[in-house]
């Protein structure tokens, strides 16, 4: 079949979802399948990345919000593009105006392609929960956002598919009225990450670049610098934890919001921050040669960092909500209440004191393929569904 993503989020310098669709490229193309790449770039122009895969760039304007990312803003355009390509399947990354302009182009077109939604972005967890969780329930905050839900049960009704990629995502979902959830989680690069990696000396090397000796927990954060990543938070949950046992933090990740990052970290000579590393296979040796990872974010779908530290062998500390908190529960990993330094600290002394720094548990892991491969099933089952259905009010959002 021929497989159409109007990605949103993908962009050069992205992290998790430039990985995931990188490896698409490959890996439907190699399953005999055309795929096909639209995303917004700095002008138009088309990518060759196989016989059959290829990322179509739409000259689009930067997102004012983030300018790391563009969005599309050329409705005729991309329904052009969309009408070019004569898709079996369009998939959507993001369900803002992109989705929109997607179901309108096959209400317009009259197209027979089905359309899926592939959740890489919670906006109510990475925006209103993270502004407004301190004074008000999520459930409240859910009743004053109704226009969200009510957008979400549109698209509900205009697609075949939303695809989850975490259980407590689908289930807010479909507490939220949405009808066609199913899960699909998205796993790791395929041979890329493995406790194998991990090497004595390097853990060495980075424990000493934070000031401490072997018998220091090493802990490892890995993301780009954006308020809902929350590695102030994090930065100061290492030095709570530091007072009563030696450890270590190394943040790898840029982008332009650093200062609150900085400041968090004072004049701590345990919390370093690193560049990003661009090489994959470094960052795998990286990952598998520290202790622990630990994340701040409750807002991916999935969190593919902390999937791949599972694969790395290591514990994942992670908030109580999102796609690593998921992950954190089903590899024994530690949790907290998301945005809580102190509580957070008191996860990183329980694993400092449960943890065995020479041992690191072997696990089976989802790969990406995987999840394609459960894509590509659902497309190839999926009945004719009726499109012309109203959305249903949700119960419970």
Known sequence: MKIVDVCAFYTPTGG????????????????GHEIVVIAPGEEDREERRGPNARVRWLRSPRFPLDRSYRYFADRDALHAMLDEEDADVVEVSSPWRSASMVADWRTRSGSRARLSLIAHADPLSAYAYRWFGNVAST?????????YWRHLRRLDAQFDHIVSASESLTQRLREGGLRKVTTDPMGVEPGQFSPRLRDPALRREMLALCGLGEDALLLIGVGRHAPE??????????????TQAPVGLLIIGGGSRQRRVIEAIGDNPHVR???????????????????????????????FVAAEAIASGLTLIAPDRGGAADLACANDGARYRSGDAQDAAEAILAVARTITASVQRRR??????????ALLALYGAAPAIDHTRRYQQGTGR
């Open 16 to 31: 998790g979802v430039r990985t995931y669709i990188d490896r698409k490229l490959v890996a439907l193309a190699d399953r």
């Open 229 to 242: 990543k929350r590695w102030d938070m994090v930065a100061q949950a290492a030095a709570i934890a530091g």
């Open 273 to 303: 921050l690193l560049e990003p590393v661009r090489d994959r296979g470094a960052v795998a040796r990286l990952m598998a040669s520290a202790d622990a990872l630990i994340h701040g974010c409750e807002a991916e779908t999935f969190c």
């Open 364 to 373: 089976p892991v989802r790969t990406m393929d995987d999840h394609f491969d």
């Open 139 to 147: 459930h409240a905050i859910d009743r004053a956002f109704d226009w």
